[in-house]
């Protein structure tokens, strides 16, 4: 089986990380357990916005942040046609990318809607989350968002659910971090992306050449990267 992470990648990578660490917290464990029903729902949809881009997220938290709560009460209310009607205005106002001017062709409105009936479906956001951290695998929980929930794919989940504090031993390779991972030396598959099984073996490499002889976890890890993206060489 060929190895992803050459010596030369995993030096500069453990060099970094030891450098790094301290200037990036942990993902808190049990985050998700602060977090109201209004909150993951916006945790979701942002997980939902940041497909093309970081930016989008940072313009959606942005016009979510003063009406989040009224906002996630007022949709409850809402029909199915309304609703969408309503994530879509967000969405477009907030300028998040592949955000359609028609509803007809926008697939992130319409995952979003769909995402949020499903969460209403189990009882709302918290009682969703709740049953998920019951799971006694970390990749299972992985798995089931990415199954159930529409474009939130297995990178997507791994992002979510690190930020909400529901996995440790993964790492969401999104654009930014496979940049920092290709100067360093990691040669990346072209399907990376698309394919689960090439995705986890160097998720697992990295988690141990890199994670566990320098004391972090993959969610560590993650956000060392994705904070100091620039400064790993």
Same mark, same amino acid.
């Given at each position: +089986?060929?190895? &992803?992470?050459?010596?030369?990648?995993?030096?500069?990578?453990?060099?970094?990380?030891?450098?790094?660490?301290?200037?990036?917290?942990?993902?808190?464990? %049990?985050?998700?357990? @602060?977090?109201?029903?209004?909150?993951?729902?916006?945790?979701?949809?942002?997980?939902?916005? !940041? !497909?093309?881009?970081?930016?989008?997220?940072?313009?959606? @938290?942005?016009?979510?942040?003063?009406?989040?709560?009224?906002?996630?009460?007022?949709? @409850?209310?809402?029909?199915?046609?309304?609703?969408?009607?309503?994530?879509?205005? +967000?969405?477009?106002?907030?300028?998040?990318? $592949?955000?359609?001017?028609?509803?007809?062709?926008?697939?992130?409105?319409?995952?979003?809607? $769909?995402?949020?009936?499903?969460?209403?479906?189990?009882?709302?956001?918290?009682?969703?989350?709740?049953?998920?951290?019951?799971?006694?695998?970390?990749?299972?929980? !992985?798995?089931?968002?990415?199954?159930? +929930?529409? $474009?939130?794919?297995?990178? %997507?989940?791994?992002?979510?659910?690190?930020?909400? %504090?529901?996995?440790?031993?993964?790492?969401?390779?999104?654009?930014?971090?496979?940049?920092?991972?290709?100067?360093?030396?990691?040669?990346?598959?072209?399907?990376?992306?698309?394919?689960?099984?090439?995705?986890?073996?160097?998720?697992?490499?990295?988690?141990?050449?890199?994670?566990?002889?320098?004391?972090?976890?993959?969610?560590?890890?993650?956000?060392?990267? &994705?904070?100091?993206?620039?400064? !790993?060489?």
């Amino acid at each position: +089986m060929s190895e &992803f992470v050459s010596t030369i990648a995993k030096r500069r990578l453990r060099d970094a990380i030891n450098r790094l660490k301290s200037s990036v917290a942990a993902p808190r464990a %049990g985050n998700w357990k @602060r977090l109201s029903d209004a909150e993951l729902w916006g945790r979701v949809l942002v997980q939902i916005s !940041v !497909v093309g881009g970081a930016e989008s997220g940072a313009r959606l @938290r942005n016009e979510l942040d003063p009406v989040l709560a009224d906002w996630y009460e007022a949709l @409850r209310a809402k029909k199915q046609g309304e609703r969408i009607k309503s994530i879509h205005k +967000m969405l477009r106002n907030s300028g998040v990318r $592949y955000v359609t001017a028609s509803i007809d062709t926008c697939k992130k409105s319409k995952a979003a809607s $769909y995402n949020f009936e499903l969460l209403q479906a189990y009882g709302g956001p918290k009682k969703y989350f709740e049953d998920l951290a019951k799971v006694p695998e970390e990749f299972w929980r !992985v798995g089931i968002v990415s199954d159930e +929930m529409q $474009y939130i794919r297995s990178k %997507g989940a791994r992002d979510l659910l690190i930020g909400l %504090g529901m996995i440790e031993n993964a790492i969401a390779l999104d654009s930014r971090l496979q940049k920092v991972l290709s100067r360093v030396g990691i040669e990346l598959p072209d399907d990376l992306a698309m394919n689960r099984s090439k995705y986890k073996l160097l998720e697992s490499e990295l988690l141990q050449k890199i994670c566990k002889p320098c004391g972090v976890t993959g969610a560590h890890f993650d956000r060392i990267l &994705f904070n100091n993206g620039k400064d !790993v060489v």
